[in-house]
């Protein structure tokens, strides 16, 4: 039994942390430079982000504007997201979701 149990340990398959989460709230920027996953776990927020994050927006009617997002994963419906000059790439599983280039952040509005 002991051995099954350390089996299934083993086997399980890692979580993936991301470094900042948004669980409440109604928005908020961040500066990727420091871990470059982000998850948008709320509804209705608006975001913004610097540096070459890993978007995740697991809400819905989310507002998002990225200088140079790596990849976006849009899990909610009806978002806006707005990405640099280089598009990202981009896994839309929602509805409703519009990717838009031209994201352009002020340096100094992320977070330090």
């Known amino acids: 039994m002991v051995r099954l149990v350390a089996l299934a340990f083993i086997l399980a398959p890692a979580v993936a942390v991301a ?3 948004y669980n409440e709230g109604s928005g908020g920027s961040y500066d990727c430079s ?5 998850a948008i776990n709320i509804n209705d927020g608006t975001f913004t982000f610097t540096g070459a994050c890993k978007i995740a927006i697991n809400g819905n009617g989310n507002t998002i504007t990225s200088d140079g997002a790596a990849s976006i994963t849009a899990n909610g419906n009806n ?4 990405y640099g000059k280089t598009k ?3 896994a839309d599983n929602g509805n409703g979701n519009k990717f838009n ?3 352009k952040v002020d340096k100094k509005s992320a977070d330090a």
């Open 34 to 38: 420091k871990d470059p996953a982000v």
């Open 79 to 82: 978002n806006t997201v707005s």
């Open 101 to 103: 280039a031209g994201g």
């Open 19 to 21: 470094g900042k989460a």
């Open 88 to 90: 990202p790439k981009i």
